[in-house]
Structures are given as structure tokens and as C-alpha cells.
DNA sequence: TTGAATTATCTTAATATTAAGATTATTGCT
DNA sequence: AGCAATAATCTTAATATTAAGATAATTCAA
């Protein structure tokens, strides 16, 4: 009979699983439109949450700083997004997505959807429910609990 | 009210926050052993799973070919690995863990274990058992349906 | 208001990863 | 046996990512 440490294992492993292969579904999918699953998931943030800071964009998607600036130089070349300065501090640039970024994902988004539905159908409603309240705690906690030099 | 397919985007973002979050304080215990995440991956796999041939050790990984000859060939300069030709055939090569690995997983690994176990200790036990079910079954049916052309 | 500490972005070099295809070995068909 | 198809690993070049630290702007305390 397993203790905890064995169950959190247990846990951590068929999480990262479920993930991987989950992500595998959505990258497949990213790749047919010819960006990358980072590139990908910069772009959405924007689409979905406005103009963003360079920085929150890293807090995020978990990314250092110097890997941000590289890929919204590459969104910018592929003219999905600008940056636009901040004019209360001038450290600061925003990214926010283009016209085309937009059409872009308005293109690609509905198709990507349903790819992820796809992915995920093996659970019930009832138990997608459940499991996106478990998840959702799990991941607060996570995130709380990594700041704290505890471990 | 989230219909299907939403409910299946949300559920896709709260599993990528959690795995992110929980993997985050993993791969901080990792570097701090001098090994990367894929390394360590790797020689966890080796260590649990006695040798493997590098083929499987991609699809348990979820690595290219390319990058699993790169990771090996690093491990085995730091004389955690060796790879061993096998006898019957002989495309395949196994990589398999050395005493030297073998030491050093037996000193890392239970403080690796309290690591994970404080990550996810925001779930109940009774929690972490629901998740480790509903996780299972979703990786397991995700894993399946990628190999179908279905997307 | 100066200067120390902090913050945001960028730069560079090192490292990691993928993609494409080469090489070598095996299998199965005829 | 001989050949085509498949499979496993490796090679190379391109791409992505991190780590470390540089630069520039801001904040705040003295």
C-alpha cells in the first residue's frame, strides 16, 4: 500500500503524462499553420488578453527573458505582432497582435479547438468537470507554494 | 454556460498550468543535481526500468532520435550511462544505467520525492487518488487517439 | 537630488531540440 | 539468394532555449 510520497508520484507521473500527450495533440495541430507551439501560445495570450508587457508574457508561458525577446522578434517578422512602447515607463514594450495575427488565429483557432477536444474526449463531462476543479487547485498551490524556498 | 468544446479548451489550460507549476519545482530539484530535466528523465527510466533500447526510451519520453543519441552520449561522459550493442540485433543499442548512476539516483532521489510531494501537497490524499484516476484514464485515451490521423 | 537597488529588455554564448536524411541492419516477399 | 521495405541509430544543420550579464529606466531612501 502506497504512502503519500509514493501517491505524489504517483500523481506527478500520470499528470505530466496526461500532458504530454494531450500537448502532443495541440503541437501536431500548431505545426500544420507553420509556428511553433511557443509562438503559438504568445500569440493566444495576446489574442485573448490584449497587449501584454514583454515580462508578464514570460511570467506566463514560463519563459526567460532572453527567449521572449527572440520569439517576438520571429512573430514580428512573420508580422502576427508589434511591439509598442510604453509611454509611462520606457523600460517597458508591449506585444500586441496584428490585424493578421488576428485573422490569423480566427482562422486556426476554431480547427485547434476541436483538436483539443478531440484530445480529451476520452473523459466524460461529468469528469472533465471534476477534473478541471482538482487541476485548477493543483496548479494554485503549485504555483504558491514554488515561490517559497521550502523545497 | 461553456458548451463541449470549451469546456474541453479549459480543461487543456488548467492541466498546462498544473503539470507547468509541479514540473517547475521538479526541474529547480533537478538543476540543482548538475543534470538536466531530459537527463534526469532518462536515467530515472533506466533506474526504474532496467536498460532500453534508445528507440524506447523516445516514445517514453516523447524525443526525437536525434536528441536521444545527444542525451545519451551526455550521460555517458558523465559515466552515468553506458550503451550496450544487443546480441540479436544488431541496429539496436541499450542504454543502461551504471553503478555510478545507480549511486547517484540513490542519493538524489528521496529528497527529488519530497520535492514533488510538497508540490502537489495543495490535494487531499482523497484528491491526488480522484486526479491520479481521472489523469490516467485521460492520458491513456489522449496517448491512443494521436496515433489515429483522426485530428 | 543624488546614488543604491530594482526592474525590463536585450545581447551573447552555450546548450538543447528538432527536422531531414544518411547509414547500417533486419525482415519479408518472390 | 536477391531485392524492396522497414527499422534503429547517427549525423548535420537549423532552430529554440537557457544562463549570464549588459544596458537603460525607474524607484526610493537618505
Tied chains: 1, 2.
Excluded at 4 to 32: G, Y
Excluded at 79 to 107: H, M, W, Y
Amino acid at each position: 500500500m502506497p504512502n503519500e510520497r509514493d501517491e505524489s508520484l504517483h500523481l506527478f507521473v500520470v499528470l505530466s503524462r496526461a500532458c504530454e500527450w494531450v500537448t502532443a495533440h495541440a503541437h501536431r495541430d500548431i505545426r500544420r499553420h507553420g509556428l511553433n507551439p511557443t509562438e503559438y501560445g504568445v500569440l493566444e495570450l495576446l489574442y485573448h488578453k490584449g497587449p501584454q508587457p514583454l515580462q508578464q508574457i514570460g511570467e506566463k508561458i514560463l519563459m526567460t527573458s532572453g527567449n521572449i525577446t527572440y520569439v517576438i522578434d520571429k512573430l514580428e517578422q512573420k508580422q502576427l505582432v508589434v511591439r509598442k512602447p510604453c509611454p509611462e515607463d520606457r523600460r517597458v514594450s508591449f506585444a500586441e497582435i496584428t490585424e493578421r495575427g488576428v485573422a490569423f488565429l480566427n482562422d486556426a483557432f476554431p480547427a485547434h479547438q476541436q483538436v483539443v477536444a478531440n484530445a480529451v474526449a476520452g473523459l466524460t463531462s461529468e469528469e472533465k468537470r471534476q477534473a478541471i476543479a482538482l487541476l485548477k487547485k493543483l496548479g494554485i498551490s503549485a504555483k504558491e507554494s514554488f515561490k517559497l524556498p521550502a523545497d
